[in-house]
Structure formats: structure tokens, C-alpha cells
């Protein structure tokens, strides 16, 4: 489970998530490093190869213990995108970060 704010594409440019990832200054960039770690599974690593498929997914901006409720979405909207990517079917996409709109940019 990643975030948008993780997102170098979005960090470097000038849409709403680059404020969070600046405010976030540690947060963000864990997100980052899994997102890369995560690559590194799907391309070169022990699972590369095979038929599992190795995405990541953001939640969207969810009320929880971690932003004090502000999130503007409910656990059970933010659980979807898990859902979503544990039961895409056999073949799906791999390598992939999504959120419920799509595809986010690494
Ligand atoms: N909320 C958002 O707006 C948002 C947005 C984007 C991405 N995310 C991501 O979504 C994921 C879930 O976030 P959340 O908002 O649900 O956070 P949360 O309310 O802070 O919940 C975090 C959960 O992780 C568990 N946890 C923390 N450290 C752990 C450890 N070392 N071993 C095992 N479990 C551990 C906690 O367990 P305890 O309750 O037992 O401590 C808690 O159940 C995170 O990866 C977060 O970065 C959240």
C-alpha cells in the first residue's frame, strides 16, 4: 500500500499532492523507496518471472489515526483499491500503481 504523494512524477511537479509531499517530508519519500523496492520485485528480483502480479495502490486521502481523520474518504472507500489488486484476474497488469481513477505515474 503506497500513496500518491510517493509519486516523483507528482514531487516534481506542481498538482496538489507536491504540497503534501513537501509537508510530509519523510512520509513521502518512504513512499517513494517502496514503490522502487516494489519495482525491483516485479524486474529483477525473485519474484520477476513469475505469474504473480506486483502492484501498488493508494487509498486516497482516508479518515484514520494517521492523518487524524481529516481524510476526506471512508476506510471502507479507501479499502477498495486492496480489493481491487488482490483479485485482479490471472494475466492482469503487473507493475502497476493505481488508484481508484487508474493509473497514478511513478
Ligand atoms: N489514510 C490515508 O489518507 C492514506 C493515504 C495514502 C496512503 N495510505 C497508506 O495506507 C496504509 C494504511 O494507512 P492508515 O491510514 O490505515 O493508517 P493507520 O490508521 O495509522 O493504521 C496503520 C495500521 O498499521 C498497523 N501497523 C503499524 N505499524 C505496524 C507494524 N510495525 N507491524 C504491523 N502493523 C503495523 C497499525 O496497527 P496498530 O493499530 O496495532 O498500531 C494500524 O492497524 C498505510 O500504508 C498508509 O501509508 C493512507
Redesign the pocket.
Known amino acids: 500500500?503506497?500513496?500518491s504523494v510517493g509519486s516523483l512524477n507528482r514531487q516534481a511537479g506542481t498538482a496538489a499532492e507536491q504540497t503534501a509531499g513537501l509537508v510530509a517530508v519523510a512520509y513521502a519519500p518512504s513512499?517513494t523507496f517502496l514503490n522502487a523496492v516494489t519495482l525491483q520485485y516485479v524486474y529483477v528480483r525473485e519474484l520477476s518471472g513469475t505469474n504473480i502480479l506486483i502492484n501498488v495502490g493508494?487509498?486516497?486521502?482516508?479518515a484514520?489515526?494517521?492523518?487524524g481523520f481529516r481524510?476526506v474518504r471512508t476506510p471502507e472507500q479507501?479499502a477498495a483499491i486492496a480489493i481491487k489488486l488482490a483479485t485482479l484476474p490471472d494475466g492482469g497488469r503487473t507493475g502497476t500503481f493505481f488508484d481508484d481513477a487508474g493509473v497514478v505515474p511513478w
Do not use: F, I, R, W
Open positions: 500500500m503506497s500513496s513512499k493508494c487509498p486516497g486521502y482516508v484514520t489515526d494517521l492523518n481524510g479507501g
